[in-house]
């Protein structure tokens, strides 16, 4: 079966399942297609799919992984040879600019919502929404069945604190592990406590990396963007708290990679890195 014949077969059965969307046809187009099979995983509570259209889905989402270029650790040069830096750690630290969803490390790090289901809104532009689109299905029903747990403990209104990960496999991201955490959102203007739990997203994070054995790790711009959290700030308080984290875990890691989407983000951590 072919990329496009996949692609068909997939759109089809989604708008099959979806109760309020089986009116819809099929699109001729195959980039209209692509939106509409987003935008109905998107929407799409966790559930299982039958075998036969997760196989499918799974071999449907490689295969994207394979197209959009998967980018390994070896092609991501640290800083010390990318901006000629010499600070510490100079060798393990990288930087780099791209959609995180292509990285083949151990675990990526998601930005997450309290209730740890990923974005439902179609097509947002959200890291939420990329990683769980093109994990797969498994990503969202995974991370269900945790906070279920978790309710089962605290209560059924329970939701994630700021700052706690929650680790799930990669599914069909190169990446083999993602890591979801709730960073602090700035309602209205920057404070010690907000700064304090960003402190701790990054450092909870490389400890669930150093229990879990994992050696490289790469991080979004945790709480900036819809969050609020001022850019230069969230970056500073990112960097001195993986350099201190290192610091204290010498040979933990093999790699922590800031990634970045932005140009300005680029330019930010350029500065901080050099």
């Known amino acids: 079966m072919t990329q496009e014949e996949r692609l068909a077969s997939l759109t089809e059965a989604f708008i099959r399942e979806s109760d309020g969307y089986r009116h819809l046809e099929v699109p001729r187009n195959p980039e209209e297609q692509r939106r509409l099979l987003r935008s109905l995983m998107n929407i799409r509570l966790p559930r299982p799919l039958p075998e036969d259209i997760q196989q499918m889905q799974d ?31 100079a060798d393990t630290i990288s930087l780099w600019q791209g959609d995180i969803t292509r990285l083949k490390a151990d675990a ?4 997450a919502n309290e209730e740890m289901l990923g974005c439902f809104i179609p097509l947002h532009a959200c890291i939420d ?11 969202r029903m995974e991370c269900a069945r945790q906070m279920k747990a978790l309710r089962k403990m605290h209560g059924p209104h329970y ?14 991201l190169p990446a083999k592990y993602v ?9 209205h203007h920057l404070t010690p406590e907000l700064e304090k739990e960003l402190v701790d997203c990054y450092r909870n994070v490389l400890d ?3 229990e879990k054995g994992l050696k490289s790790v790469a991080f979004c711009c945790i709480s900036t963007g819809v969050f609020r959290f001022p850019a230069k700030r969230a970056a500073e308080i990112a960097v001195s708290t993986v ?32």
């Open 159 to 172: 939701t994630q604190p700021t700052a706690v990960p929650m680790i799930t496999p990669g599914y069909n």
């Open 243 to 274: 350099t201190d984290w290192l610091r204290q875990h010498p040979g933990a890691m093999d790699c922590v990679i800031f990634n970045v989407f932005k140009d300005e983000d680029r330019e930010i951590y350029e500065t901080l890195l050099s």
């Open 129 to 139: 929404n990329q990683i769980q689109t093109f994990a797969g299905v498994q990503m």
């Open 208 to 210: 669930l990396c150093l």
């Open 108 to 111: 990526i790090v998601n930005a």
């Open 59 to 89: 071999e449907y989402l490689k295969e994207q992984a394979r197209e959009k270029g998967i980018v390994t650790l070896r092609e991501i040069p640290v800083i010390r040879e990318q901006l000629h830096s010499s600070r510490p750690f």
């Open 179 to 187: 890591i979801h955490i709730v960073g602090p959102v700035v309602h």
